[in-house]
């Protein structure tokens, strides 16, 4: 059973913000602006995604605002890549 689903196996459903799970994977300490949508939604998909997770983010405003040595705003695995190399290193 991969982490987040229910007892029959499937995958859970998010009706409503509620419903998400209260952890954070990217957390507060980040560089972006208030309300920024970026930011919105890196945080949102972070709370859904189930199993071991690894970032892989290619240079730009999320990777600039979320990464100021020495602190990051990521709490599972980041890996900071070229643009031409996001793909491969994410494969």
């Not at 605002?65 to 705003?73: E, H, K, Q, R, W």
């Amino acid at each position: 059973m991969v982490g987040g689903e229910g007892m029959s196996g499937q995958a859970p459903v998010f009706k409503t913000p509620k419903d998400l799970p209260r952890e954070d994977w990217f957390t507060e300490g980040h560089r972006l602006c208030a309300g920024c949508g970026a930011g919105i939604i890196v945080r949102l998909a972070m709370k859904v995604i189930r199993g071991p997770t690894v970032v892989v983010n290619p240079t730009g405003c999320v990777e600039v605002s979320t990464t100021c040595y020495p602190y990051t705003a990521w709490k599972v695995p980041y890996v900071h890549v070229a643009f031409e190399n996001g793909a491969a290193v994410a494969s």
